[in-house]
């Protein structure tokens, strides 16, 4: 029987990385092969960080979306999930986090994480978003 309260265990083979799009932009994470069982385990998280955003990266009202997609070919694009936006504000750009978010269990087998710049002006080109599968 499977301990109720067991920890999370993260392998870096189980973590994705992707640069954070220039102005207007989209790009995307490295993908997720979940199996091509219909339904997968209800035990797994990911855990999905976006560092700290000068004003530089990300100016006074531009926004960066993340997204999970998914599909049942590699590459997908379809979205699945909004995670969370980021708005510049303040002159401060935004402060990064981490979030995490469960998938259900009858997600497509592959998985990958979109960023959307929106604004126009920002470049976040130098940033890596961190996706990691905890199980």
């Known amino acids: 029987m ?6 999370n265990i ?3 083979e189980l973590t994705k ?13 490295g993908e997720f092969d979940l199996g091509s069982a219909a339904y997968k385990t209800e035990r797994i998280e990911f855990a999905i960080t976006i560092p700290d955003l ?7 009202a531009d926004t960066l979306t993340v997204n999970v997609v998914s ?3 590699t590459a997908p694009t379809t979205v699945l999930h909004r995670i969370k936006v980021y708005t510049g504000a303040g002159g401060a750009g935004a ?11 009858d997600i497509a087998q592959y998985v990958r994480f979109q960023m959307v710049a929106a604004g126009g002006t920002g470049d976040m080109s130098a940033k890596t978003a961190t996706v990691k599968l905890l199980t």
């Open 2 to 7: 499977a301990n109720e309260f067991a920890r």
């Open 10 to 12: 993260v392998d870096s």
């Open 17 to 29: 990385t992707g640069a954070l799009p220039t102005a207007d932009g989209t790009s995307y994470t």
């Open 54 to 60: 000068t004003t530089t990266n990300l100016p006074d």
């Open 71 to 73: 599909g049942s070919a």
């Open 95 to 105: 402060t990064g986090s981490t979030t995490r978010w469960r998938p259900p269990s």
